[in-house]
């Protein structure tokens, strides 16, 4: 259980510490395929604060990880997505392990 990582693109190797800011791009898709959110469509890059609990467990843990400009797939178990909530009225079900690709665009 956790959060795993498949680096699809290298980043430059400069990691992000507890604290710091970071702007993403991401499309979260179920394990069956089906696409629930993604920045990129939207053509919003998203921003949140590493460490500080604004995002589901394996994006703080995950992206913390990555470097400025990786590309990986972040395959995150429900105890580290959303657990037993179901959220969006059903478009992510209870215990759903979620599959998200995530570009770190920048480190504020």
């Known amino acids: 259980m956790g959060v795993t990582i498949e680096v699809q693109t ?5 990691k992000p510490n507890p604290g710091d ?10 394990t069956n395929g089906k696409v629930f959110d ?4 939207k053509n919003k890059p998203f ?9 589901i467990r394996g994006w703080d843990e995950g ?3 990555m470097s ?13 997505a959303y657990g037993g ?4 009225g059903g478009l992510i079900p209870a215990n759903s392990t ?6 770190l665009l920048k480190i504020n």
């Not at 979620?98 to 570009?103: A, G, I, N, S």
């Open 10 to 14: 290298p980043g430059n190797g400069v």
């Open 21 to 30: 800011k970071v702007t993403v791009h991401y499309t979260g898709k179920l």
């Open 38 to 41: 993604s920045s990129v469509t």
């Open 47 to 55: 921003v949140f604060t590493i460490g500080m609990g604004q995002v």
């Open 63 to 65: 992206v913390a990880q």
């Open 68 to 80: 400025i400009g990786e590309k990986s797939l972040l395959t995150c178990s429900p105890d580290f």
């Open 85 to 88: 909530q179901d959220v969006g």
């Open 98 to 103: 979620l599959v998200f690709e995530v570009e």
